[in-house]
């Protein structure tokens, strides 16, 4: 059985960051793409960033230049390192990956962007 387990959320002021982590379990991590999307009060699920299993990342415009993706196999954990953060950026943010065609989802993390 595949699992996703986020952590890292929290209360940050603007220009803060914070880095939050995806761990699997039942799967390699590093065989399988990995995305990061945020879900804000009131809004439809948004796509934040992605990396795949060749370790190429990409960034939706909004985060491009502030956000970075990172995987350390070892601990089959992939990494979301937010910088600059802005109010804006507070959401529930969740990593999603598939495995042999199924979607997984983790439970999701809070970040909220306040001062």
């Known amino acids: 059985q595949v699992q996703l387990v986020e952590s890292g959320g929290g209360l940050v002021q603007p220009g803060g960051s914070l880095r939050l982590s995806c761990t699997a379990s039942g799967t390699v991590i590093s065989t399988n793409f990995v995305g990061w999307y945020r879900q804000a009060p009131g809004k439809e699920r948004e796509w934040v960033a992605t990396?795949?299993?060749?370790?190429?990342?990409g960034y939706a415009e909004p985060v491009e230049g502030r956000f970075a993706v990172s995987r350390d196999n070892e601990k089959n954990t992939v990494y979301l390192q937010m910088n600059s953060l802005k109010p804006e950026d507070t959401a529930v943010y969740y990593c999603?990956?598939?495995?042999?065609?199924?979607?997984?989802w983790g439970q999701g993390t809070q970040v909220t962007v306040s001062s």
């Open positions: 999603h990956t598939q495995v042999r065609g199924a979607t997984y």
């Open positions: 990396m795949v299993s060749g370790g190429a990342s």
